[in-house]
């Protein structure tokens, strides 16, 4: 009885972390919603090609919008980082190849399946999110 709840929980764990594998293939299709006043006219992007690659990997599992579960909340991560051409870089290199260290002790799981290009948009998603 002990083996059978112990492989439930491995698999169960399994699935969290690596259910969503990414095919590599990139939705090209984005939305935005534009907001004209009389002063001004601004475009906020409300739909991605990253939020799209978010939603479809596992990074759900750890990440949320606007709150801390596992990992931090992307719009802490929004908040922290600039977005430049080397920090989107760097961040897109971290969700590949994982690690801890930046936001505590638990390590964020490496991505290998996930393609640079794919990494980089769905950084570009969260860097968006600043406040």
Known sequence: MKRIFIILGL???FAACNG???NNSTDTTTTTTTTTSASSSTT???DTVGKALIAKNDCLTCHKLDQKIVGPAYQDVAN???ASADVIDTLANKVI???SGNWGSVPMSAHPDLSMDDAREMIKY???LKK
């Open 126 to 128: 969260i860097l968006s």
């Open 11 to 13: 698999a169960l764990a």
């Open 20 to 22: 969503n594998k990414s």
């Open 80 to 82: 922290k980082y600039t």
């Open 97 to 99: 190849k994982g690690g």
């Open 44 to 46: 906020t992007v409300k």
